[in-house]
């Protein structure tokens, strides 16, 4: 296996990161209003629309680019590098849930306008109390003759301010269901929570017998499948945020000066930020595996994608921390965008559970894997 990055990966790469560098602009939410007044991203999302990026993995038979998710990869690094904030997040991830759980009717009815650019979506996976798996009381669907509906809430809805249709996951009977909704139906009511990272908006749902379709082909493994490229975002997000925080860290080691040197010739720091170097390094490496995996059917996709977001976020974590430390007091001050990506450290670490909670993910599959082989 050659895992090196082919021309057309790295021209992708490149690409991108000229596009987001000139259209990304994170000054506004350098002030301490960003808070309780949103942004204006329009702009940015349009500019992303005219890239074609919502669908690069549609399949071409659905009016997408039918890329790979190493190609994805190569994209959504450099959009997490820059904190582009947009609602790229949510539709891809609805765009999956309908790709997977959708009939080729709704398929066909749907993935092409996402492709196009012209419908955004959100995936509504959490109940209030954080839980993923759909059952814990959130959100229940009934059937009522014909007509699907849903009562309850959701949390935690990443983007929903900003989609057409919202993918909501409720229970039925016990069994996980897959359910689209338009997110100005009646019944429907967002929140905006104060959510740790200002550049991405994330809702808390409430729903009062909703109209709901049922997207007729999820089965019990449809959550897991949809969470696995879900990691895959998040890791690729944060291996490559963690390596513009060391980045912009080592530049300014190297030109604040403490008794009369650089304060990055003291070794110290120098050591400190080299073993941060290596761990994005293997972050990154992870990131490209996972994606391979998944792209590929492998095995172990799935195991790759629990290690990748699991290290990843440990990595970007400890990246944004100590970055602040070296910047010392203005580290964590409004001008300074430190702040930013250690928000977005600790939000993506946490937003399909933690670390601790992959890594047990890891070692229940491991276990599975054992049992079966013995």
């Known amino acids: 296996m050659n895992f090196t990055l082919s021309e057309d990966h790295l021209s992708l790469r490149d690409s991108a990161r000229t596009f987001l560098s000139k259209e990304v602009k994170l000054e506004p939410y350098l002030r301490p209003e960003t808070n309780v007044t949103p942004v204006e991203r329009d702009g940015l999302w349009q500019a992303i629309q005219g890239m074609g990026w919502p669908g690069m993995v549609i399949p071409e038979n659905y009016g997408g680019l039918g890329m790979t998710y190493v190609d994805l990869v190569m994209v959504v690094a450099e959009m997490g590098r820059t904190l582009a904030p947009s609602p790229f997040f949510g539709t891809l991830a609805g765009a ?30 959490a109940d209030p109390n954080g839980d993923t798996n759909g059952l814990s009381g959130g959100a229940k669907a009934t059937l009522s003759g014909d007509q699907w509906t849903i009562d309850g809430q959701k949390s935690f ?21 897959f359910f689209l909704i338009d997110a100005d139906a009646v019944g429907v009511q967002m929140e905006r929570l104060d959510w740790r990272d200002v550049t991405r908006e994330v809702n808390a749902i409430s729903l009062n017998n909703v109209a709901a379709e049922r997207l007729s082909q999820a089965d019990a493994d449809s959550w897991p499948w949809l969470r696995d490229r879900l990691y895959l975002v998040l890791a690729a997000e944060s291996a490559a945020g963690a390596e513009q925080s060391l980045a912009d860290t080592v530049a300014y080691a190297k030109e604040r000066v403490a008794f009369g040197r650089p304060i990055g010739s003291y070794q110290s720091l120098k050591h400190g930020l080299a073993e941060l170097a290596g761990g994005i390094e293997l972050a990154t490496a992870g990131v490209q595996f996972a994606a391979w995996a998944l792209n590929e059917g492998q095995p172990e996709g799935r195991k790759a994608a629990a290690i990748a977001q699991s290290y990843a976020s440990d990595q970007y974590c400890a990246t944004t921390f100590r970055s602040i430390q070296v910047f010392g007091a203005i580290g964590f001050t409004w001008e300074m965008r430190n702040h930013l990506y250690y928000k977005r450290a600790r939000a993506n670490a946490e937003l399909l559970g933690s670390p601790r909670e992959q890594r047990e993910q890891l070692i229940c599959l491991l276990e599975t894997e054992h049992r079966k082989a013995a």
């Open 157 to 177: 809805v990443v983007e929903a301010g900003s989609a057409d249709k919202i993918v909501v996951i409720a229970d039925v009977d016990g069994q996980q269901g």
């Open 96 to 125: 999956w849930a309908i790709e997977r759980c959708g009939s080729e009717e709704q398929k066909q009815a749907l993935l092409p306008q996402v492709a196009a650019g012209e419908l955004t979506l959100a995936l509504a996976v």
